[in-house]
């Protein structure tokens, strides 16, 4: 896997996961309670044996820079390996942000593909999923592919989320849209009885691209500079290359979601509390991210079901039900929490520190007693008071406040805010 190399596309501004982008790069934004997006590809990378990667982003990228630097350490004996971030640079030829994925790749390619690239992995930064990436390549290979995507079964109610394609008996792509609707969509079901033997789940009649392709390097570079307009794989790219290449499709039957939206983000985490087909307790295929070294959460006479509880947190005489718990949160007596997203905290307070702030009327780090949040997400350094009800008993959708937001129907508390006592959202 020496010539293999990855390249990760850490998304444009991220603006359906605002406000959790609006201080972050979206492969920073923290995951299951002390992780972040970001290492999810790069776990899948490093369980594959991939060691040269490369992270593509343009917007608030110093935390993700640090977090790289902090966590990614491959060593001297990793010659010719190792974690670049490129964002998007000023040249003589372009003075430009990056357009779109393909726009990124194509301006990046002479710092990813040298004389030793076999192949390269374009990946999402995204999403939620574990793959040993060693399965697909084999299947480029074995298929002698120029190019080959990884797709997913999907239901009817999510397929025009997607883009869709058809494939022919031997697994090659004859037919590609993205995200149909109507009659478009109407003909992108896949018939079973036509199929790849593989390719189908009950109820899920559509293949979906899942955003990730492997490419053989001269493809690559062939595509992108013979389509200098085209600035998106999804839209542009792929399906031109429908007509000249040979495009392969890889099966994927596992655990997959597309976290790029509040209301999938905030699913994909919470359905991390039950048992699926994600599991973060597989010893074989580690979820690695920055260690931290903290101690043991401490618990007093707590009801906690079905939860995720991060190490280094204080919990008092709370209720918390179908949540995750971030890293360092501090949680009050008598807190009601249902189906909260707590991203944690970056530092501690010590008690004196509370109590200055406490004396500013200025709540602690955390949430207060007597607090009650359900369907919320609190991002990380995030301050609520006493008594405080974060739980949208309205219904409203799309909401902003002085300290808060509220998205699809759930309330963010976004990074560093200030929730005082007594609010009600």
């Given at each position: 896997?020496?010539?293999?190399?990855?390249?990760?596309?850490?998304?444009?501004?991220?603006t359906?996961?605002?406000?959790?982008?609006?201080?972050?790069?979206?492969?920073?934004?923290?995951?299951?309670?002390?992780?972040?997006?970001i290492?999810?590809?790069?776990?899948?990378c490093?369980?594959?044996?991939?060691?040269?990667?490369?992270?593509?982003t343009?917007?608030?990228?110093?935390?993700?820079n640090r977090?790289i630097?902090?966590?990614?350490h491959?060593?001297?004996?990793?010659?010719?390996?190792?974690?670049?971030?490129?964002?998007?640079?000023?040249?003589?030829?372009?003075?430009?942000?990056?357009?779109?994925?393909?726009?990124?790749?194509?301006?990046?390619?002479h710092?990813?593909?040298?004389?030793?690239?076999?192949?390269v992995?374009?990946?999402?930064?995204?999403h939620?999923?574990?793959?040993?990436y060693?399965?697909f390549?084999?299947?480029?290979?074995?298929?002698?592919?120029?190019?080959?995507i990884?797709?997913?079964?999907?239901?009817?109610?999510?397929?025009?989320?997607?883009?869709?394609?058809?494939?022919?008996?031997?697994?090659?792509?004859?037919?590609?849209?993205?995200?149909?609707?109507?009659?478009?969509?109407?003909?992108m079901?896949?018939?079973?009885?036509?199929?790849?033997?593989?390719?189908?789940?009950?109820?899920a009649?559509?293949?979906?691209?899942?955003?990730?392709?492997?490419?053989?390097?001269?493809?690559?570079?062939?595509?992108l500079?013979?389509?200098?307009?085209?600035?998106?794989?999804?839209?542009?790219?792929?399906?031109?290359?429908?007509?000249?290449?040979?495009?392969?499709?890889?099966?994927?039957?596992?655990?997959?979601?597309?976290?790029?939206?509040?209301?999938?983000?905030?699913?994909?985490?919470?359905?991390?509390?039950?048992?699926?087909?994600?599991?973060?307790?597989?010893?074989?295929?580690?979820?690695?991210?920055?260690?931290?070294?903290?101690?043991?959460?401490?618990i007093?006479?707590?009801?906690?079901?079905?939860s995720?509880?991060?190490?280094?947190?204080v919990?008092?005489r709370?209720?918390?039900?179908?949540?995750?718990?971030?890293?360092?949160?501090?949680?009050?007596?008598?807190?009601?929490?249902?189906?909260?997203?707590?991203?944690?905290?970056?530092?501690?307070?010590?008690?004196t520190?509370?109590?200055?702030?406490?004396?500013?009327?200025?709540?602690?780090?955390?949430?207060?007693d007597?607090t009650?949040?359900r369907?919320?997400?609190?991002?990380?350094?995030?301050?609520?008071?006493r008594?405080?009800?974060?739980?949208?008993?309205?219904?409203?959708?799309e909401?902003d406040?002085?300290?808060?937001?509220?998205?699809?129907?759930?309330?963010?508390?976004?990074?560093?805010a200030?929730?005082?006592?007594?609010?009600?959202?």
């Amino acid at each position: 896997m020496k010539d293999v190399v990855a390249v990760i596309m850490g998304g444009g501004q991220g603006t359906r996961l605002y406000p959790l982008t609006r201080d972050r790069a979206k492969p920073a934004v923290p995951v299951a309670g002390r992780a972040r997006l970001i290492d999810i590809p790069m776990s899948n990378c490093l369980n594959s044996g991939i060691t040269k990667l490369f992270v593509l982003t343009q917007f608030n990228s110093a935390s993700l820079n640090r977090h790289i630097a902090q966590c990614y350490h491959f060593g001297a004996l990793a010659a010719n390996s190792g974690v670049q971030v490129l964002a998007a640079e000023q040249t003589m030829s372009n003075r430009d942000w990056f357009q779109g994925t393909a726009d990124a790749v194509r301006r990046s390619l002479h710092h990813v593909i040298d004389g030793r690239t076999r192949r390269v992995l374009i990946l999402a930064g995204d999403h939620l999923y574990r793959m040993n990436y060693q399965r697909f390549l084999e299947r480029h290979d074995e298929a002698n592919a120029d190019i080959t995507i990884s797709v997913c079964p999907v239901a009817q109610d999510h397929a025009s989320s997607f883009g869709l394609l058809h494939c022919d008996e031997n697994g090659f792509v004859t037919r590609f849209a993205e995200k149909p609707t109507g009659d478009d969509l109407e003909a992108m079901r896949v018939d079973p009885a036509k199929s790849v033997a593989g390719g189908q789940a009950p109820g899920a009649p559509f293949l979906a691209s899942m955003g990730i392709y492997v490419f053989t390097p001269h493809v690559l570079t062939e595509l992108l500079e013979a389509n200098p307009e085209s600035h998106d794989f999804g839209k542009e790219i792929i399906p031109a290359a429908l007509d000249r290449c040979r495009v392969a499709v890889h099966f994927f039957h596992g655990y997959w979601e597309d976290i790029g939206t509040i209301s999938a983000f905030y699913r994909a985490n919470i359905a991390l509390t039950q048992d699926g087909q994600f599991s973060l307790y597989d010893p074989d295929f580690p979820l690695y991210t920055r260690p931290r070294y903290l101690s043991a959460t401490r618990i007093e006479q707590c009801d906690v079901q079905s939860s995720l509880i991060a190490e280094g947190c204080v919990i008092g005489r709370s209720r918390i039900k179908d949540s995750v718990v971030g890293i360092r949160s501090r949680i009050g007596d008598q807190v009601e929490m249902e189906g909260a997203l707590l991203m944690g905290n970056d530092l501690y307070e010590t008690e004196t520190e509370r109590a200055a702030q406490r004396a500013r009327n200025v709540p602690p780090l955390g949430v207060g007693d007597g607090t009650v949040i359900r369907r919320a997400i609190l991002d990380k350094g995030a301050r609520v008071g006493r008594d405080v009800a974060l739980v949208n008993e309205k219904g409203v959708q799309e909401a902003d406040g002085d300290c808060y937001f509220i998205r699809e129907g759930l309330v963010i508390v976004p990074k560093n805010a200030i929730v005082p006592d007594g609010t009600v959202v």
